[in-house]
């Protein structure tokens, strides 16, 4: 059984299928994540089929895991279900607007983490996407989101064929503030990332990219202000679209 202290990112996976049964009672499993009011306010997309995650991988850059994993989920943050129960219940719903998109992400998301863990205790691997919230309207057409839904986090699930090797963690120091926050200055910053950047494949990385700092590799190639900026406007645009904010 894997623990948390030994997880992986796992990419390549075999051709073992995810049984239903296995995948089904996973799920079930995790719907004893913490959730705001005992409301679930997520749903989750199962693809299996090869021509649905072919239609998927150009929303995920075509990474190979998303064709090549046994199968494909879709964390959605979902208040329709909701919603409409309210509506056939006598109830008047008020969820179409930006608190409750943060609510049922939240939930999506504790949901998910839940859900890999449980996976990977079973000794199946996961990669987590982030570039869900990226292309989300594309995510949206292809598995047909209604309006209150929104896609939020996708990982590919399989069996592994890989082992690869630990990625760094910065030391818990950098994260930990006793009762109020401690700003950063200089010196903390050298003492907690120092490290990282001397690891050999991160001085690797910043060669290879032509930099002179692995935050350079980050601000000016991975992550830019540009990219940012440009994303940020879709996702607001698509969070309108799917009823979540109003102009």
């Known amino acids: 059984m894997k623990t948390i202290n030994s997880r992986k990112t796992i990419r390549k996976y075999t051709k073992r299928d995810v049984s239903e049964s296995l995948l089904r009672a996973l799920l079930e499993k995790a719907e004893r994540t913490p959730t705001m009011g005992n409301l679930q306010l997520y749903s989750v997309i199962v693809t299996r089929k090869a021509e649905m995650k072919a239609k998927l991988a150009p929303a995920h850059f075509n ?21 409409l129960w309210a509506e056939n219940r006598n109830a008047t719903p008020g969820y179409d607007n930006f ?34 919230i990226y292309n989300s309207k594309a995510i949206i057409d292809a598995l047909q989101l209604p309006r209150l839904v929104m896609p939020v986090a996708t990982i590919t699930l399989g069996w592994p064929d890989e082992d690869p090797t630990l990625s760094d963690r910065l030391p818990v120091d950098s994260i930990i503030h006793n009762e109020t926050y401690n700003d950063y200055t200089p010196a903390r910053i050298d003492a907690f990332y120092t490290p990282k950047e001397q690891l050999e494949e991160n001085k690797h ?30 996702l607001l645009k698509t969070l309108e679209e799917q009823g ?3 102009n």
């Open 63 to 83: 990474q190979p895991m998303v064709e090549g994993a046994s199968v494909v989920l879709t964390f959605c943050a979902d208040f329709r279900r909701t919603t």
């Open 99 to 132: 608190l409750s998109f943060l609510n049922a992400a939240t939930d999506s998301l504790l949901y998910c983490q839940t859900f890999c863990n449980l996976a990977e205790e079973e000794g199946l691997g996961t990669c987590f996407l982030g570039t869900t």
């Open 205 to 234: 990385f910043v060669e290879i990219n032509n930099k002179e700092t692995l935050a350079q590799v980050f601000t000016d190639l991975r992550y830019t202000k540009e990219a940012n900026e440009a994303m940020s406007k879709e």
């Open 244 to 246: 979540f904010t109003k």
